[in-house]
Antibody, heavy 128, light 107 residues
Framework: QLQLQESGPGLVKPSETLSLTCTVS??????????WGWIRQPPGKGLEWIGS???????YYNPSLKSRVTISVDTSKNQFSLKLSSVTAADTAVYYC????????????????????WGQGTMVTVSS | EIVLTQSPDFQSVTPKEKVTITCRAS??????LHWYQQKPDQSPKLLIK???QSFSGVPSRFSGSGSGTDFTLTINSLEAEDAATYYC?????????FGQGTRLEIK
């Protein structure tokens, strides 16, 4: 049974870089069927998609965060990672990793599908 | 960016009641609309994908319908364990977006 587990510092100082890792267990991150995503949720608020990555390294980012986000994959460790630079208090949130199927249409346009498996989430607070 | 607007934001209901939550998209998204349930201090769980397809293991009292811009999540015969926040999510175009959530309280 595939499981996802987020890990990383729970406290980050303003202007620094937030770094999180999602470890995939019970299956391979190198499956051709899935993209792997990051979603966050500020305390008491809704969900925001940050970006998604394929095992080959192909990525899609939310334009609202694109200038500060890097998502990478390490297939040898069955992990993918999130880096968010120049953080502020507004980046305080629970960060989730999740899996989704995907497809490309005849024009080569990427479509994600539902996020069917989620990690338990990790709380990151931005504070000095 | 496609905006998803859920209604209501909050609903207080009694067990065995039938509940309907709606999600309206700012432009047509076909059937690329998915529903999640999130209980306090838990991660979201997929209930319905592509507007009406029940996800594996989800109780049959949960169902979805709709296409284009208007979608509905229905919970028949509500149970106490259904107290949660429900989110819709569109995957029709990037960026992926979510509705603001509907919190369901069981009286």
């Amino acid at each position: 049974q595939l499981q996802l587990q987020e890990s990383g510092p729970g406290l980050v100082k303003p202007s620094e870089t937030l770094s999180l890792t999602c470890t995939v267990s019970g299956g391979s991150i190198s499956s051709s069927s899935y993209y792997w995503g990051w979603i966050r949720q500020p305390p008491g608020k809704g969900l925001e998609w940050i970006g998604s990555i394929y095992y080959s390294g192909s990525t899609y980012y939310n334009p609202s965060l694109k200038s500060r986000v890097t998502i990478s994959v390490d297939t040898s460790k069955n992990q993918f990672s999130l880096k968010l630079s120049s953080v502020t208090a507004a980046d305080t949130a629970v960060y989730y990793c999740a899996r989704s199927f995907y497809y490309y249409d005849s024009s080569g346009y990427y479509y994600a599908e539902a996020f069917d498996i989620w990690g338990q989430g990790t709380m990151v607070t931005v504070s000095s | 960016e496609i905006v998803l607007t859920q209604s209501p934001d909050f609903q207080s209901v009694t067990p065995k009641e039938k509940v309907t939550i709606t999600c309206r998209a700012s432009q047509s998204i076909g059937s690329s609309l998915h529903w999640y349930q999130q209980k306090p201090d838990q991660s979201p769980k997929l209930l319905i994908k592509y507007a009406s397809q029940s996800f594996s293991g989800v109780p049959s009292r949960f169902s979805g319908s709709g296409s284009g811009t208007d979608f509905t999540l229905t919970i028949n015969s509500l149970e106490a364990e259904d107290a949660a926040t429900y989110y819709c999510h569109q995957s029709s175009s990037l960026p992926i977006t979510f509705g603001q959530g509907t919190r369901l309280e069981i009286k």
